[in-house]
Structure formats: C-alpha cells, structure tokens
C-alpha cells in the first residue's frame, strides 16, 4: 500500500517548455488535489477532482491544465512554464471530498525550479 | 491576507516538556480545523482534528483546544519527544462550491525538540 505517489521527485525546466506532473493513489479515494507550497504563502489550492470524470479550479489555476485519468490518477500540466511556477508541488486524495471531517493524505511532492 | 495564521515560525522545547502551537484565524465561517505535521522532503500527514462545535479533542500525546470567541486554536504536545521535530501546519475546512470543502492553511510552525 503506498499511499499517493508522486512523479517526478525533482525537476529543472527553462521558461516555455511543458511538462507534466504525475500523482496516483491507491486508497480508492474518491477526491484528488494539486497544492502549490511557496515560502511565506503556505499551500494554495491548484486544482482539484471531487470524484472521477470532474475537476474544478483552486485558488490558483492560472498556468495549469489538469486530466482525472481514472479514479487512482490525477495529472497536472504546466503548457509554459514561468519562473513564477518555480514550486513544491504536493498532490493529495481523500475518501470523499464533500464530507466536514474528510481527511486528506499526501503525496511526498515534486520541486519543480523554472529558469 | 492570511485567513489561518500561526504567528511563529519556530519553536524550541525540550525533550519531556510541553510543546504549545498556536493558529489564529479571521473567518468565523469555519467550521473545522486539523492539524497537520511535514517532515522534509515528504508531505504533511494528519495528526488530529476539531469541530468547531468542541472547545477540546485529545489523542494520546496530542491535545487541540478551540476557543471560537477568539478564533484561536492551539495544538499541546506532551510530553514532547525528539521524534515530534517536524513542521506542523494549522488548517481550516471551509465550504467551497457548493458541497465541496476546500482547506486554508497557515504557513507552519516549526518544532525542535532537543535531547
């Protein structure tokens, strides 16, 4: 049981090039989320899918694109990366998005630096 | 503006005494509130949780109190261990697009327990 995984660990783009940021689960969660974690900003809401065949924007969706694939994964792509994106990327799922007391489990993240 | 706030970004206690983490927030919309602790290079994981309808939930070690009336809520530690040394995060859950919950965090608190 692995939890949510994330790929890749660790990547260097240059301004304008795309690229595409894998996340699966394994816990049969219904909901998926993209976090962004800058210094001083805490973690912002990217894009999230509250059940398989949905998504919906976050806080901050500019820039990004995202495919709910099937239920375990949940991709985020960047068409033209800016150094603004320069990132700690966490992905997360929970059982059921809707509920008050649905908790959400993490991925290990992605830190992605845009030159 | 920051709706979640924890006001200092680090703490340093010592191995057997208490740690105290503190989290304010402005909106009295929400209506539960977790804890979370991140370790480096991996994601936060949930450590406890809060109705805003209790003022008190306890896990083992762990204690959240919430006190509405000054939209301050705060995570005891006791006793604190080195292991406890970590990041934690104060979230709030707030409804989003219809029955959809989203989670405002703060920026974090980080704990170092010493020997």
């Known amino acids: 049981n692995a939890g949510v995984t994330q790929t890749p660990k660790f990547q260097v783009l240059k301004t304008g090039q795309s690229m595409t940021l894998q996340c699966a689960q394994d816990?049969?969660?219904?909901?998926m989320y993209w976090y962004r974690q800058d210094p001083g900003m805490g973690l912002r809401l990217i894009y999230y899918?509250?059940?398989?065949?949905?998504?919906d924007k976050g806080e901050v969706p500019n820039g990004y694109n995202v495919s709910r694939l099937n239920k375990r994964e949940f991709s985020l792509r960047l068409e033209s990366a800016a150094p603004s994106q320069t990132s700690v990327y966490f992905c997360?799922?929970?059982?059921?998005?809707?509920?008050?007391?649905?908790?959400?489990?993490f991925g290990p993240g992605t830190r992605l630096t845009v030159l | 503006d920051q709706q979640v706030k924890q006001n200092s970004p680090s703490l340093s206690v010592q191995e057997g005494r208490i740690s105290i983490l503190n989290c304010d927030y402005t909106?009295?919309?929400?209506?539960?509130f977790l804890w979370y602790k991140k370790y480096p290079a991996e994601g936060p994981t949930f450590l406890i949780s809060?109705?805003?309808i209790k003022d008190k939930n306890e896990d083992g070690r762990f204690t959240v109190f919430l006190n509405k009336s000054a939209k301050h809520l705060s995570l005891h530690i006791v006793p604190s261990q080195p292991g406890d040394s970590a990041v934690y995060f104060c979230?709030?859950?707030?409804?989003?697009?219809?029955?959809?919950?989203?989670?405002?965090w703060g920026l974090g608190t980080s704990l170092g327990v010493n020997p």
């Open positions: 997360a799922s929970s059982p059921k998005g809707g509920g008050i007391t649905d908790t959400q489990y």
């Open positions: 816990m049969n969660h219904n909901s």
């Open positions: 899918s509250a059940s398989e065949g949905t998504t």
């Open positions: 809060i109705s805003s």
């Open positions: 979230a709030a859950s707030a409804r989003w697009a219809g029955n959809n919950r989203k989670l405002i």
């Open positions: 909106n009295s919309m929400f209506d539960y």
